[in-house]
């Protein structure tokens, strides 16, 4: 019982920064709408301000001083961000700030090396704090008990300020109704501001708060977002109530499942949020989303013709340079164009969903890399000959595409996107955790072409072949009957739904579809590298393909094709540069400012801004 | 779209056609400089001060020897495409890096596709010359197997019947624990595993892992946890009072690396691998100590020492070759012997392409502030390792 009791307060504990930091995001998301990545960025800088303001400040006014000290100066930092980056881009179609977001992830990343080195920092120790109380005979670390008391402090603080006070009156309006705010005279742009700025500094005070029981790194910023969404989103997006609630049932959780399933630490809360959303598709405490609200935003969109005599001109001629690029290019060049083309036909097949179904994904590197893995184990374990296990790429992927979408399906906008999430976590714990099978993390190795395709130029020809039918099959389809009741359950499910569309069996076909070219996409990339790692599979590998279509501009044909072909591009040229995270995120940024309706999207109105001063220059 | 790829690979290539010192030698690194700083740093700073000292005493074959860094992000495919990079356009003659050993195990396997030498200095996996080994495949480092086996041999003296492990849940980690079973089962059949806990990697819940080894009651625990990892596990279990009256053994966890951060909270009683740099007999080990400390201000990890041996290894590779086609760098590994390294004579053995660099054994104490190894000692790979027969049978045959 003492056991028990003792688990109990060591999760309760666990809660207390994972609460706060995921507060701080609810908030954001509740009123800006803005997924922000970058939340655990804040959190790693709140950690790293607090240890260098504990150092300077003593005893104990010095530590909890250091730690309010730290909120509010990531505070300042997030308000910063937000309008410098964030506050140009709200036009911007929906999700799209979270392109933002992942270049201030780099940003942050480069200036925390920069500003205090790589060398881990252990937290300081709460002065008078150190040791253990015994309750039942059970040590319990006493600053738990401190976190454990704190945590019910700041969640009335903070409901206080949202249900007491005139500026928590405002961030409810505008968490129901932004424009009816925006109507009623409140500064919005202020507005938002603070809000973010006050879910920084949240994020910071969660960073300082756990600087006793770990420290600062330079890699939590990636380590704790995951568990960040999970508790948003079982708690349901945009409830303070909720977070609090889905944080303590996830880190009890956890410390159950230390103790009697000691394996189970990868995929726990996965397999928790997972049947929570099925079970509730919007989270413990979370309201449905307001229908609709994809395509309000921005201009209405011109609908998607096929490309006219000029464009696929383009396209030929730009097919021909690829065709005879070996006569020219050295090896690399092709080495690198394969990449591209693999990268581009995965970022097509996402598009394919996202811009046409309106569907967003966040793990739609399952089944790049499920099709990686299912041919790459046919190689490994059966030597089958290398045709037969490509071929088998994209089947593999779209049967788990069938399989995971079935569960997907009927959620929708973030609970949707947290759900693939969901899946595919799973589907990397599997890749990483069955060892007698897929060898963990040591991948499956020496996964080469057949002899005939074995050489650069060969290979390149095949992979031409397969990514330019993938990207052509994909596009036929959005002009077939079927990608206009794709669309049409995008804009209107329910005026689909009363012209006898069955918008969720189309937008199952429709994720099953792009699963399997994902997969094929994975089913060129293995021979390509010659081996397969769960690195495929993770979060960060959605998240790539999924920054890709939005830079590229979601509402066009090319969004994908051509982000993909940048962001390769540019990373092989940054990364021989010291400091090419700090150069690459802003250069996203940047790209996000300029081009709101992504790289495609901004050069189409472009032209047709300037065909019309032409036209009426004409006139 | 056409003219922005031209547009970009027109930059790629000028930012790639800068004139190299045309009389160098040139090697490709490949590491996760970003990813993993706070080990890459120091790793690239001890291939800086070799190579200061290797050109400064006239090169190799009459050249400067030279290393073309690259960030491959702690992503295998990258890797994969900055080797082709390195060996098809920037004029390397062969590749080195990689500190994760999936990411080393990805060159390994494209270097033996394609011909080109790949001396994998710090991955630690097993694999990567048993399991999975190819003749293009040289490897520096004591791998996982023989640290842990160190550890049991140290294990078994003691009258400890019942153990729990603590290791990140992965690769690496699951290897570690393997090894230490098997060689400490071997060595003592009597002892019993009671409690195994896996934290994701560097994720850990470390007071709930630490509550669950206190409620397995273990006589000794075997811990593999290292960075912030172990950090947070020594100050919950030292807290907790999970370490009195225990011993523990901890692979990797006299490393600087990974003490150093822990400053006086050190766990004081672990029997560890490590490098004892501060404590180094008068010889070619505290000259590199000494050398490094003029050359940077700053004290060395044991990723210096792997850096400047890494470089050693190629320099005297290349004087032996006398060319640096692959066919003969690759032929120059093989048995190479390298005089007054700061380990002593190092030699890469042919049977299975790995060298016997050792490791550091010795207890944890805390003195002025700082976590140091006492009681330490070197000791050489060659008895932890299996028989030369079931190598062979591990190889993939050749």
């Known amino acids: 019982m003492a056991f028990f009791l003792a688990q109990i307060l060591t999760g309760l504990a666990n809660a ?443 290979f390149y020809y095949f992979t031409l072949a397969m990514g330019v039918g993938g990207i052509l099959f994909l596009r036929h389809i959005i002009h077939a009957p079927f990608g206009y009741a794709l669309r049409a359950g995008r804009d209107s499910p329910r005026q689909a739904e009363a012209m006898g569309i069955n918008v969720k069996r189309v937008q199952f076909a429709a994720f099953a579809v792009a699963g399997a070219m994902a997969g094929l996409a994975g089913g060129i990339f293995v021979f390509s590298k010659g081996s397969v790692f769960p690195t495929e599979l993770e979060i960060a590998a959605s998240f790539d393909v999924l920054i890709v279509v939005f830079l590229g501009g979601v509402k066009t044909l090319a969004g994908g094709v051509v982000g993909a072909a940048f962001l390769t591009g540019v990373e092989d040229w940054l990364t021989r540069l010291e400091y090419w995270r700090l150069i690459l995120g802003l250069l996203i940024i940047a790209v996000v400012i300029i081009a709101p309706e992504g790289i495609v999207g901004s050069l189409r109105t472009l032209w047709v801004r300037i065909r019309h001063i032409e036209e009426e220059e004409a006139k | 779209m056409k003219l922005l790829r031209t547009a970009l690979l027109a930059a790629t290539a000028a930012m790639t056609a800068l004139p190299a010192l045309a009389d160098s030698i040139k090697i490709g690194e490949i590491n996760h400089y970003k990813r993993l700083a706070a080990f890459a740093e120091p790793y690239k700073k001890g291939i800086e001060l070799a190579l200061s000292e290797i050109n400064g005493a006239g090169g190799v074959m009459g050249k400067d020897l030279e290393f073309i860094f690259r960030d491959d992000q702690g992503d295998p495919a990258e890797a994969v495409k900055i080797a082709e990079d390195l060996m098809t356009r920037e004029g390397t003659v062969m590749i080195t890096g990689s500190i994760l050993s999936h990411v080393g195990l990805a060159i390994s396997s494209f270097a033996n596709e ?45 009258d400890a019947i019942k153990y729990a492990t603590i290791a990140p849940n992965y690769a690496y980690g699951q290897d570690a624990v393997a090894a230490f079973k098997a060689n400490l089962k071997r060595l003592k059949p009597e002892v019993e595993f009671v409690a195994e806990q896996w934290p994701a990697l560097f994720k850990i819940d470390a007071g709930a892992e630490a509550q669950a080894i206190e409620r397995a009651k273990p006589d000794a625990i075997y811990n593999v946890t290292f960075g912030t990892d172990l950090a947070k596990f020594v100050r919950e279990g030292g807290d907790r009072g999970l370490f009195d009256g225990r011993k523990v053994y901890g692979l990797l966890t006299g490393e600087p690396e990974y003490l150093d951060p822990l400053g006086d909270e050190a766990p004081e009683g672990w029997f560890v691998t490590g490098y004892p740099w501060y404590d180094l007999p008068e010889g070619p080990g505290a000259d590199f100590v000494a050398a490094y400390q003029d050359a940077t201000g700053e004290t060395p990890k044991i990723g210096s020492l792997v850096g400047y041996m890494t470089a050693q290894s190629i320099a005297a590779a290349l004087t032996r070759a006398g060319a640096t086609d692959s066919e003969s760098i690759r032929a120059a590994f093989e048995d190479l012997t390298i005089e007054d390294t700061p380990i002593g004579t190092l030699h890469y053995r042919a049977l299975d392409n790995q060298s016997n660099m050792g490791a550091y054994v010795g207890t944890l104490a805390v003195k002025d502030g700082k976590g140091v190894m006492v009681d330490w000692e070197y000791k050489a790979p060659a008895p932890y390792m299996p028989t030369d027969e079931e190598i062979m049978a591990m190889r993939p045959a050749e």
């Open chain 2, 114 to 158: 394609k011909g080109y030498v790949y001396l994998a200095a710090e991955p630690l996996a097993d694999s990567l010359v048993w399991s999975s080994g190819n003749p293009y495949t040289y490897r520096l480092r004591a791998s996982t197997w023989v640290q842990a086996a160190m550890l049991a041999e140290e294990a078994a003296k003691t």
């Open chain 1, 16 to 458: 207390a920064a994972l609460f706060l930091v995921a507060s701080g995001l609810s908030l954001i998301f509740g009123v800006t709408r803005i997924v922000n990545f970058a939340h655990g960025s804040f959190y790693m800088l709140g950690a790293f301000v607090g240890v260098t303001l504990m150092d300077i400040l003593p005893g104990h006014v010095g530590f909890w001083g250091a730690i309010l000290l730290t909120g509010l100066a990531v505070g300042l930092i997030g308000a910063f961000v937000e309008i410098v980056v964030l506050r140009p881009v709200y036009r911007a179609p929906e999700l799209f700030q979270l392109v933002a977001t992942f270049g201030v992830i780099l940003v942050i990343q480069d200036l925390a090396l920069m500003i205090w080195g790589a060398e881990d920092r252990l937290g300081p120790r709460a002065p008078g704090l150190r040791g253990v109380w015994r309750i039942f005979g059970e040590p319990v670390p006493k600053y738990d008990i401190v976190l454990i008391a704190i945590t019910p402090v700041i969640l009335f603080a903070l409901w206080y300020l949202i249900t007491r006070t005139r500026m928590g009156t405002l961030v409810r309006a505008a968490t129901q109704d932004r424009e009816m705010v925006g109507a009623l005279g409140v500064n919005q742009a202020w507005l938002f501001t603070g809000v973010f700025a006050l879910g920084s500094a949240l994020a910071g005070l969660g960073g300082a708060l756990q600087l006793p029981k770990g420290g600062a790194d330079l890699l939590m910023d990636f380590n704790i977002i995951g568990s960040v969404f999970v508790v948003v989103v079982i708690g349901g997006m945009g409830s303070l109530p909720g977070a609090f609630i889905a944080a303590v049932i996830i880190s009890v959780l956890n410390v159950f499942g230390v103790a009697y399933l000691p394996q189970s630490t990868l995929v726990l809360m996965y397999v928790v949020m997972a049947v929570v959303l099925i079970v509730r598709p919007y989270g413990l405490l979370g309201r449905e989303e307001v229908a609709g609200e994809h395509g309000q935003v921005g201009a209405p969109e011109r609908p998607i013709r096929p490309y006219g005599a000029r464009g696929r001109m383009v396209v030929i001629a730009l097919l021909a340079a690829l065709a005879l690029l070996p006569l020219v290019a050295d090896k690399f060049i092709l080495t690198l164009m394969i990449d591209v083309i693999v990268f581009a036909l995965f970022a097509a097949s996402l598009h394919f969903i996202l811009g046409s179904g309106g569907l967003v994904s966040f793990g739609h590197a399952a089944f790049f890399g499920g099709g990686a893995y299912a041919a790459a184990l046919l190689v490994f374990h059966t030597d089958t000959p290398m045709e037969l296990a490509f071929i088998a790429a994209p089947f593999a992927a779209g049967l788990l595409a069938l399989g995971i979408g079935w569960f997907c399906i009927r959620l929708s906008g973030v609970y949707f996107a947290m759900l693939t999430l969901a899946f595919s976590q799973l589907v990397w714990s599997l890749a990483f955790q069955w060892r007698s099978v897929t060898r963990g993390d040591d991948g499956l190795v020496n996964i080469w072409p057949a002899d005939w395709l074995n050489a650069t130029a060969p």
